[in-house]
């Protein structure tokens, strides 16, 4: 994606919170059973353990989903799963482009 690209999408709507919302969907998409773990935790413990246990919890998937898209692991996710993907691979092939399936 280009700077100015960027710069256009930058000019959406609510652009900073949907792009947290996705660093949070993703980082609680990879930690999803442990938050079964800090519900029970939360529900043995104190109240205001609890409560920071859940904050603690959501700044964890936050700060997992950031290094997720940072590192670029988002493509490639998005890339195996086109793999198995039938769409996807009548797209490639009409359009000449080249089917990676090195699984």
Not at 7 to 17: E, I, N, V
Not at 34 to 54: N, Q, S
Not at 59 to 68: A, D, Q, R, S
Request: aromatic share 14%; glycine share 6%.
């Amino acid at each position: 994606m280009t700077m100015t690209s960027l710069q256009k999408l930058k000019g959406y709507r609510l652009w900073r919170a949907i792009l947290w919302k996705s660093y949070f969907d993703k980082g609680l998409s990879l930690t999803n059973y442990m938050k079964y773990a800090v519900a029970l935790l939360a529900v043995k413990v104190p109240i205001k353990w609890g409560i920071l246990a859940g904050i603690i919890y959501c700044i964890l998937c936050v700060i997992l989903g950031k290094i997720w898209f940072h590192y670029r692991i988002v493509d490639t996710e998005n890339e195996v799963n086109n793999i198995y993907n039938p769409f996807v691979g009548e797209m490639r092939k009409l359009h000449g482009i080249p089917i990676n399936r090195k699984v």
